[in-house]
Each structure stands twice: as structure tokens, then as C-alpha cells.
């Protein structure tokens, strides 16, 4: 899969979807795509992503407590 960086446009292939699913993980491994060779695996912060739409990333991809408020609702 591939999304980019927002705040560059650089699009980054994750070679992990399962870190990308998991709202406990705040990064993801994976790497730049660009040029012919294929580049490093890095860590980048899934804060920093977003889907090549511009789109972004799901909160129940990031955030743990995404549906606290329906589950423990507030008289």
C-alpha cells in the first residue's frame, strides 16, 4: 500500500499494514518511493500520512479511544 507525506507529497510504501491498523502504533516501517533503487525502510509517524487523495488516515487507525464516546456515553 501506498500513501504519501503531507507535508511533502513523497509517496511512501508500508511494508507493515498490520502497524498501519493498529491504533497502538504510532509509526509505521516503510519507505520512500522514488527513483529506480529501492530505498531504506524507515519509521515514519502515521501522524505525518495521509492516502494519496489527500484523504486522511482513518482515527480507528490511530487513535485508540475513537469510540470511548459511544461506548461510555455522557448523560
Known amino acids: ?16 499494514l498490520r502497524d498501519l491498523f493498529n491504533p497502538l502504533r504510532p509509526t509505521i516501517v516503510g519507505r520512500y518511493h522514488a527513483g529506480e533503487e529501492m530505498q531504506e525502510a524507515e519509521t ?27 461506548i461510555h456515553p455522557h448523560p
Open 44 to 70: 515514519f509517524a502515521k501522524g505525518d500520512l495521509v492516502f494519496q487523495s489527500g484523504e486522511s488516515l482513518p482515527r480507528c487507525w490511530t487513535d485508540v479511544h475513537y469510540r470511548d464516546a459511544e
Open 1 to 16: 500500500m501506498f500513501l504519501k507525506q503531507a507535508n511533502n507529497d513523497k509517496l511512501v510504501e508500508v511494508l507493515s
